[in-house]
């Protein structure tokens, strides 16, 4: 007959969760410290492209103010304005402006918000380094490529520029879900979401930055980081915006030309959006302020570009006054 | 030739065939393996697995991350395991051939072959508005137990199933009723196999990224949670995060958690095969 008996097994499931919780418990006593009497939560959520620059910015502010909490998710853009306008957490990371449809919602639910730029992103558009003749290209040429009008029709070189080779032209992009993607499509083709759907979409850029520097024929685009990070397997290609009185002809993206605004239209800023909810918190309003005083040196620290010194300041005084005109309502 | 050569010859054939179908697998296995170590390995030491997410590649660390996978792993065993073998042991014991139980079986095969993000899509909406979780650790390990209930319903059952009839049958001569059977005779001859599912099922669970994301789990969480109400993340949405970093530094710190990650499932299957192995010495019949 059997002589097990269930209790042992128990007494191993105790033994193992018994384990578990002393691993668990070293690393929790490290909370207390020195300097900034404010304490809370803020939870943040929202675009992975600026959860960097966010993640930095929270990393500085433990020692600023250890006893607040942050916290930071990275459930995109659209997901993070989701939980955003429910009233579901503080502050939204956000690559793109928020829309009318996640306004109205917001509205709905009476939460008021403010829109500040932390830093800028030039979106840049790469080829393969073997590729020698494709110099620059306008904004009407990267439309005629892009447009959802293109679609199995703008497939050879040669029909972009006649002196380009008659081979065929392989694109490489952002998925549509990503507020790259997003932009990228405003500014090019004119309409937020419009692209041709045939060319390899990947919501990871390394695969982009992977599938670039392996074809001859490539030509893609994603966020300047992932340039700058692969220089030496990738080819930036000059824009020109057509437009003269932002620097004349092609303009290579860089600190410099995105930071003064002449690499357009394919620089575009990111933001934080802070709710009428959370500057209720004292410490939610020093943290957006210790955000925005720390964002120009912290963005570039992670691969973005930084805006001008004195639009910071504008963004405090914004904030400064959105944080008093909500205080008051309550 | 005569027939039988021909047949040892296919024999032979297919013997070989057999290793080959096994090594690719293996094969791929090891590369990936390889890959991995190499990148990664470096990298871990004391300082990674006890810091806290940083911007700075070579100043991250795990803690969070690796705490909040135990955390997980924990909570959806104290959950799933309960649930799963009960419901095993009724539809495999208790419940009779009809329409509905019928029913039951089908959906439940059907269940372990839905996509983990659709759990997560189920759990934020019961577990983190209705019930008012939050993204917390219970509302994350309620998904992954959802998500692994039908892995573990499925091997109870086969495991019961093990169990000889004459077993039951001598138990019930004995006067016993079917409770006491199940309890006494079936659970303990079938609880080798049904912990070697348990433990499979979690193995799974802790490498789900998707569902936990969709529910709220974060990327950057500077404490350890406390208890099963607070926020967390976990070791896949760490690695998910830095392999989309542009910086090559971040890509090593994913290889070093993936092999973090593969340490702690290789223990838990090695424990499932433990425990079994004990379980079996046991049973003499």
Known sequence: ?330 | MTNSDINRLKDKAFHIFGIFCTFIGLVVLAIFLFDIVVEGVGRINWDFLTSLPSRRASRAGILTAWVGTLWILVLTTLIAFPLGVSAGVYLEEYAKKSRINNFLEINIANLAGVPSIIYGLLGLEIFVRQMRLGGSLLAGALTLSLLILPIIIVTTREAIKAVPRSIRDGSYALGASKWQTVWNQVLPASFGGILTGIILALSRAVGEAAPLIVIGALAYVPFTPSSPLDEFTVLPIQIFNWTSRPQEEFLTNAAAAIIILLIITFMLNGIAVYLRNRQQKKIKW
């Open chain 1, 1 to 330: 007959m059997l002589n097990f008996k269930l209790s042992s097994v128990k007494f191993n499931a105790a033994v193992l969760l018994g384990a578990t919780l002393m691993f668990s418990s070293c690393g929790g006593n490290n909370e207390e410290g020195a300097g900034g009497d404010l304490s809370g939560s803020i939870q943040i959520d929202g675009s992975s492209t600026v959860y960097p620059v966010t993640e930095a910015v929270a990393e500085e502010y433990r020692a600023e103010a250890p006893d607040v909490k942050v916290t930071v998710g990275v459930s995109g853009t659209g997901g993070g304005f989701k939980k955003f306008t429910r009233g579901e957490i503080d502050i939204v990371d956000a690559s793109r402006p928020i829309k009318d449809s996640e306004a109205s919602v917001a509205q709905e639910n009476g939460i008021s918000y403010v829109e500040l730029p932390v830093a800028y992103d030039g979106l840049t558009v790469v080829v393969n380094p073997e590729n020698d003749w494709v110099k620059d290209i306008t904004i009407d040429e990267l439309k005629k490529i892009w447009e959802p009008a293109a679609q199995g029709k703008i497939t050879r070189w040669n029909q972009i520029r006649p002196e380009w080779p008659n081979q065929e032209i392989h694109l490489y992009g952002p998925g549509v879900e990503s507020g790259t993607y997003d932009y990228f499509t405003e500014a090019v083709v004119g309409e937020s979401g419009a692209s041709r759907g045939d060319y390899t979409a990947s919501e990871d850029d390394n695969v982009l930055v992977q599938g670039v520097s392996t074809d001859v024929n490539a030509l893609g685009f994603f966020g300047y980081a992932y340039y700058d990070e692969n220089k030496d397997k990738l080819k930036v290609v000059p824009v020109d915006d057509l437009k003269d009185d932002n620097g004349k002809g092609a303009i290579t993206p860089t600190l410099e030309t995105v930071k003064d605004g002449s690499y357009a239209p394919l620089s575009r800023p990111l933001f934080i959006y802070v709710s009428s909810k959370a500057t209720q918190s004292p410490a939610t309003v020093d943290f957006v302020n210790f955000y925005l005083d720390s964002a120009a040196e912290l963005s570039q620290e992670v691969g973005y570009i930084p805006m001008p010194a004195e639009m910071y300041k504008e963004q405090k005084e914004k904030f400064k006054q959105f944080a008093e005109g909500t205080a008051k309502k309550q």
